[in-house]
């Protein structure tokens, strides 16, 4: 299974968005560690993608960005 379902089954069970502020933020800082190594995981393949999501969860604070891959029309 990849890192990237796997993340996906853990948040699909985990339910963040029912979570009170103090679980919540302890299970979005594993969430956030998960990222950051697929992120790593990508450079390879998707350099300036994998440095986009590596800038984009690093820091104290999640910032908020354009879509990685925008929907094609």
Known sequence: MSWISELDQII???Q???LSDEK???VLEGYVEKINKI???LR???PETAEKILEQFNGP???SGAPLFPRIK
Do not use: S, T
Request: charged share 40%; aromatic share 12%.
């Open 16 to 18: 963040p968005w029912k």
């Open 44 to 46: 390879p393949f998707l």
């Open 24 to 26: 919540l933020g302890k």
């Open 39 to 41: 992120a790593i995981a």
């Open 61 to 63: 604070k999640i910032k």
């Open 12 to 14: 699909e069970k985990d």
